[in-house]
Nanobody, 123 residues
Framework: QVQLVESGGGLVQPGGSLKLSCAAS????????MGWFRQAPGKEREFAAA????????DYADSVKGRFTIPRDNAKNMVYLQMNSLKLEDTAVYYC????????????????WGQGTQVTVSS
């Protein structure tokens, strides 16, 4: 079992930055591949970023590439989503997800999910 708790969401102006955090507990975090997904009202869940258990492999959706990064700290059981140059269309509930499989962009292969944190980009 893995428990995930996201934090760090909020209201930010276009062009601003936010850093989301995801705290993991339960199973050995350093074996978990992690992903960040987002879902806007009326839209399907969308992949944002993923990182392998070692941090050696990362993957980003085209829509966030160059603006978002997904660092992790295995010593602290944390994964982050650093979001820069935020746009109106980044508004969504952001979820972190975990699995020992390298699910990457395939949300349906992640076995564990957090409750989500709201990010609103508005002027």
């Amino acid at each position: 079992q893995v428990q995930l708790v996201e934090s760090g969401g909020g209201l930010v102006q276009p062009g601003g930055s936010l850093k989301l955090s995801c705290a993991a507990s339960g199973r050995t975090f350093s074996t978990e591949n992690m992903g960040w997904f987002r879902q806007a009202p009326g839209k399907e869940r969308e992949f944002a970023a993923a990182i392998s258990w070692s941090g050696g492999i990362t993957d980003y959706a085209d829509s966030v590439k160059g603006r978002f990064t997904i660092p992790r700290d295995n010593a602290k059981n944390m994964v982050y989503l650093q979001m820069n140059s935020l746009k109106l269309e980044d508004t969504a509930v952001y979820y972190c997800a975990a699995d020992t499989r390298w699910a990457r962009r395939r949300w349906y292969e992640y076995g564990y999910w957090g409750q989500g944190t709201q990010v609103t980009v508005s002027s």
